[in-house]
């Protein structure tokens, strides 16, 4: 059994900064690439930042230069480093990983169950 859990999230200010950790724990052969996307209430799930196992990022248009993803690739972790929030930002923030459970087997994309980020004065 895979669980990926995030923590971090919360209320803060506009220009405030928050740091998200999602940990992946089971079973795991191999993590590939892991990322972290967001939905805000009426909207769809969209990309925030991915990183690959060799630490290739990759970042939304509206993150871009305010967030940074980083991993920790010995304890399965991924983090996401948020600075100058506005209140847009406001969402619940999913983590993901494609990972493989033993060798040889295919790669299957895990979630998170989601961490709020609500940014408001």
């Known amino acids: 059994q895979v669980q990926l859990v995030e923590s971090g999230g919360g209320l803060v200010q506009p220009g405030g900064s928050l740091r998200l950790s999602c940990a992946a724990s089971g079973s795991i052969f191999s993590i590939y690439t892991m990322g972290w996307y967001r939905q805000a209430p009426g909207k769809q799930r969209e990309l925030v930042a991915t990183i690959t196992s060799g630490g290739s990022t990759n970042y939304g248009d509206s993150v871009k230069g305010r967030f940074t993803i980083s991993r920790d690739n010995a304890k399965n972790m991924v983090y996401l480093q948020m600075n100058v929030l506005k209140p847009e930002d406001t969402a619940v923030y999913y983590c993901?990983?494609?990972?493989?459970?033993?060798?040889?087997?295919?790669?299957?994309?895990?979630w998170g169950q989601g961490t709020q980020v609500a940014v408001s004065s």
């Open positions: 993901n990983a494609d990972l493989a459970l033993r060798a040889g087997t295919v790669v299957n994309r895990y």
